[in-house]
């Protein structure tokens, strides 16, 4: 028999044991640490105007070249990138915290109570991502607390539904009946017993929620409702180069070769995840070929 | 006995019921919508007005909008009119939003349908030749590349793309629409572009789904029997595996396809596409609140209207669902 930290150890030696998500791992440690550290390693200023420098291609002192207005491409990716986990964290944060209320509350309860919030929830998903996110843009006006809460809305519907799912599959579990048996608390049995037995499925949506925050936060900003000049945005900066794609090709690869690094590596770390602590998401195929 | 009637078929019934639960959504949609408006804060008329703002011109906008009048007939006015087809007129320029909207349709219905055969030309052959060959090289390197283009911003490829085949080339134009009955050739030069974003991202989602669904087959009983009693492995392919997974293929393909339609606001944008997305993207630039309300609400119905087809297409081929 296996204890809890047994898995928990055995768990970590998994996710290593694949490289793909050990790799994807690494990456999106750099990213952390660009995140936090942006100011301080971008070698320039983020709005450092040297016009004589405009658009030169990369080179020893300018690695990822100048944009026209001569700023440093490199620089201004970096505090980019920072914006961008940013509004991609705190908006999934909010998605996560809204949505898993609302799923658990609605797994666990069931009756009326579940309809009226999966309705809900329901209706919300009629709506389009980036339409609805547009629709919050609309009523509030564009900018970064704007594009939090437009990306954060969009997400709430995932989370309720997988927490619900993940709800309704623990809720009958022996350990939880016999807890509501002894007469404990609904507060208490959530916490304590419905709460860790569904992070899994939480965790691998987690990651896969970042990686298309990042996408919407950069689609907002590339049509100009996101964060707004003169803070560097990845999607701004691809709008900008569409005048010099020719002429200076830096302005627009790096830029987007930023978000889909950093989106990739989400999407594969939170493959890699599933793999590992959802098993039950991994195809059911899978399981069926080892039984044969 | 009484003559059954056409409401006691199993499919009957699941229609009606998946009917009436897309009515509700749908009304769900339009409460949202409606609160659009409300939710503004500060006045929207003088917000939309901005500064070509008089008393008059606001009044006149004002009771033209029936933003006068008390919320609960504002909404059931609202509500009953967008059922009889009419989404009221547009801030802007007092055009009928509903005109404009269909006006823009055919421009987002071609490109949507244009990028859909696109994903499954790469979805199909990708997906079953990956499920076939599992746990190889090339189903490997499929599922590396269908997660690339997951993940690519279907903006920068766009650029990407014009910078390449338009800008540096020369063989395509950089952006804009032509009829496609009224100069076909243009037609499809102006449509190659978007359309290959759209249906390259498309297809990299689409091509996991038909993998999968492609390998769930391949792990029934009726295959294994169909290989144990000696069929060919070509017949078991075909015949047993790919046919069945057709269902889930088509399900998905439904499902992408609003997808499509709903979200190629950015595509349309970069292209000058004159389609929904670009009206959408506009409208809120130009703080245009009818026309914004007129085109999510179509563009929520149309997602609603194809799911409610894939649905019931999936309950007649597979009764499994509509008895569940």
Redesign the interface.
């Given at each position: 028999m296996t204890t809890r930290d047994d898995t928990r150890i055995s768990s970590w030696k998994l996710l290593a044991r694949n490289p793909?998500t050990l790799v994807s791992a690494l990456v999106l440690a750099a990213v952390a640490v660009v995140a936090v550290f942006a100011q301080a390693l971008a070698p320039y200023g983020i709005n450092d105007v040297d016009v004589p420098n405009a658009l030169q291609a990369p080179s020893l002192t300018h690695w990822l070249g100048t944009d026209e207005l001569g700023r440093d491409v490199l620089s201004r990716v970096l505090v980019a990138v920072q914006a961008s986990m940013r509004i991609a964290v705190t908006s999934v944060a909010l998605a996560l915290v809204v949505g898993v209320a609302i799923g658990v509350l609605a797994g666990y309860r069931g009756g009326w109570l579940d309809t009226v919030l999966m309705?809900?929830v329901?209706?919300m998903f009629?709506?389009?991502?980036?339409?609805l996110a547009?629709?919050v843009?609309?009523?509030?006006g564009p900018g970064v607390t704007t594009t939090i809460l437009a990306i954060g809305i969009v997400y709430t519907p995932i989370f309720a539904r997988v927490g619900r799912a993940s709800t309704l599959g623990v809720r009958t579990e022996p350990y939880v009946r016999m807890s509501q048996a002894m007469g404990t608390g609904d507060g208490y049995i959530l916490r304590r017993h419905i709460l860790p037995n569904i992070s899994g499925p939480l965790i691998v949506q987690t990651s896969l929620s970042l990686?298309f925050a990042i996408?919407s936060e950069?689609?907002l900003s590339?049509?100009?409702?996101g964060i707004q000049p003169p803070q560097p945005s990845l999607?701004r900066m691809?709008?900008d180069?569409?005048g010099f794609?020719?002429m200076a090709?830096w302005m627009?690869?790096f830029?987007?070769a930023a978000?889909?690094v950093i989106?990739?590596a989400f999407?594969?770390f939170g493959?890699g995840l599933r793999d590992v602590l959802d098993p039950k998401q991994r195809?059911?195929?899978e399981a069926?070929?080892r039984e044969r | 006995m009484a003559a059954p009637t056409v409401l006691t078929h199993p499919i009957a019934r699941f229609v009606v019921r998946r009917l009436a639960y897309s009515a509700v959504v749908l009304l769900g949609v339009a409460v949202v919508v409606f609160a659009l408006v409300h939710l503004v804060p500060g006045d929207p008329v003088r917000i939309a007005l901005g500064t070509r703002y008089t008393p008059e011109a606001y009044e006149a906008l004002r009771s033209a909008s029936g933003l006068d009048r008390p919320i609960v007939s504002q909404f059931f006015g609202f509500v009953g009119s967008a059922a009889t087809g009419d989404l009221g007129v547009s801030f802007r320029n007092g055009d009928p939003v509903t005109v404009t909207l269909m006006e823009r349709l055919p421009a987002t219905l071609s490109l949507g349908l244009a990028g859909m055969v696109i994903a499954l030309l790469i979805a199909v052959p990708a997906g079953i030749y990956s499920a076939l060959r599992e746990g190889r090289a090339s189903d490997a390197v499929i599922r590396i590349s269908s997660q690339f283009g997951v993940s690519v911003p279907d903006f920068w490829m766009a650029i990407l793309l014009v910078g390449l085949f338009s800008t540096t080339l020369g063989w395509l134009p950089t952006s804009g629409y032509r009829p496609l009955f009224d100069d076909p050739v243009g037609w499809l030069r102006h449509i190659v572009l978007p359309a290959v974003t759209v249906g390259l991202v498309a297809g990299a989602i689409m091509t996991r789904y038909v993998r999968s669904a492609v390998l769930e087959v391949a792990s029934m009983g009726y295959v294994r029997t169909a290989r144990s009693k000696g069929l060919s492995p070509r017949v078991v392919t075909f015949r047993h595996t790919v046919r069945n997974a057709l269902v889930p293929i088509l399900t998905i393909t439904g499902i992408q396809l609003a997808t499509i339609l709903s979200g190629v606001i950015v595509v349309e944008v970069v292209f000058a596409w004159p389609g929904l997305g670009r009206l959408v993207f506009n409208a809120v630039a130009a703080r245009d609140y009818p026309l914004i309300q007129g085109a999510v609400l179509l563009i929520a119905a149309l997602f609603l209207l194809i799911n409610l087809i894939v649905d019931v297409l999936y309950a007649v081929v597979d009764p499994r669902i509509r008895l569940a």
């Open positions: 793909v309705r809900v329901d209706v009629a709506f389009p991502v980036l339409l547009l629709a843009v609309a009523i509030l990686a996408l950069a689609a590339f049509l100009g409702l999607g691809i709008f180069s569409q794609v020719t090709w627009a690869v830029p987007g978000i889909f989106v990739l999407n594969l493959d195809t059911t195929v069926r070929r | -």
